[in-house]
């Protein structure tokens, strides 16, 4: 979602969004942060366990049962992290509208 670039996120949070733009969707030459796959992260500030509502492109995406499991791996590095979960979701669909300006840039769309 191209607001999550506009929202001040604590230094943790940080770190972990930095984590999520380490991981490309296979397809598409842009992490998966600016992608707007991430529709909610949520850091639990006691425990410092991460939720993680994302979705992919498509329903069909070859890497629906890797990406989740891939995601949760790389977030699980970063320093400080407890538990992570990572959900899966295709309400509402993704699209091109979600992509941040970076990622627009990126591919040449703006």
Known sequence: ??????????????????????VFDPEIPVNIYDLGLIYNLQVNDQTNDVYILMTLTSPNCPVAEDMPLQVQETVKMVEGVGAVKVELTFEPPWDKDMLSESALLELGLL
């Open 1 to 22: 979602m191209a607001s999550n670039n506009q929202i001040h996120h604590s230094p943790f949070e940080a770190k972990i969004i930095a984590a999520l733009r380490s």
